[in-house]
């Protein structure tokens, strides 16, 4: 299984980003999606997932500013941020789990969101 996560960037405080992630290989159809992050010095921390039924979770810091979303059809899951702060600077990962007898996790490359104050 691969995840390869895309469109992370620079962007201004109270500016908008979307991310995207192509799951490819083989996994269970019955699954979680979701996305990560890593600021410099931390460790890292949930943001926000998606199960293949549509149901959501979120880290409170995120909720309201932060949306994510699946197409089942694509493999692909989407994180629109808004309204970003300095403090949602990081690396943003993709992450992938299901329980197929055992609990079986992937994650993707990462990629990089700085939010200029």
């Known amino acids: 299984v691969q995840l390869q996560a895309s469109g992370g960037g620079l962007v201004q405080a109270g500016g908008s980003l979307n991310l995207s992630c192509v799951a490819s290989?083989?996994?269970?159809?019955?699954?979680?999606v979701g996305w990560y992050r890593q600021a410099p010095g931390k460790q890292r921390e949930f943001v926000t997932a998606?199960?293949?039924?549509?149901?959501?979770n979120a880290e409170d810091s995120v909720k309201g500013r932060f949306t994510i979303a699946r197409d089942n059809s694509k493999n692909t899951v989407y994180l629109q941020m808004s309204s970003l702060k300095p403090e949602d600077t990081g690396v943003y990962y993709c992450h992938l789990a299901y329980y197929v007898g055992d609990y079986k996790q992937y994650w993707g490359q990462g990629t990089l969101v700085t939010v200029s104050s």
């Open positions: 290989g083989n996994f269970y159809e019955i699954n979680t």
């Open positions: 998606i199960t293949n039924g549509g149901l959501t």
